[in-house]
């Protein structure tokens, strides 16, 4: 189990950008995959975006993709999204996830998650 802290999430203006981080305690960090999902009220919880282990591969969501950007510092055990061109319809829980193996979208198989950081953006 990798235990993960979120931190960045906030309220923000359509069109605004946030950068939200995802702080890992393991020292193998370098071996997890880590992918970002977010559920909003009411709804089911969705992939937004993923990376592999070596940060070469990265993978988004439709709704997401030109607007997302993931990417890690294994170095500093910490994953970020950066999100910009913001809209109301992305406020949302977000939750990062680790798991020991390639990429995935399939939040099932992700076996550790973080308490998630709440991102509210205001049309």
């Known amino acids: 189990q990798v235990q993960l802290v979120e931190s960045g999430g906030g309220l923000v203006q359509a069109g605004g950008s946030l950068r939200l981080s995802c702080a890992a305690s393991?020292?193998?960090?370098?071996?997890?995959?880590i992918g970002w999902f977010r559920q909003a009220p009411g709804k089911e919880r969705e992939f937004v975006a993923a990376?592999?282990?070596?940060?070469?591969?990265?993978d988004y969501a439709d709704s997401v993709r030109g607007r997302f950007t993931i990417s890690r510092d294994n170095a500093k055990n910490t994953v970020y999204l950066q999100m910009n061109s913001l809209k109301p319809e992305d406020t949302a829980v977000y939750y990062c996830a680790a798991r020991s193996g390639p990429l995935t979208t399939m939040g099932s198989a992700f076996g550790s998650w973080g308490q998630g950081t709440q991102v509210t953006v205001s049309s």
């Open positions: 393991t020292r193998t960090f370098n071996s997890y995959a």
């Open positions: 990376i592999s282990w070596s940060g070469y591969t990265t």
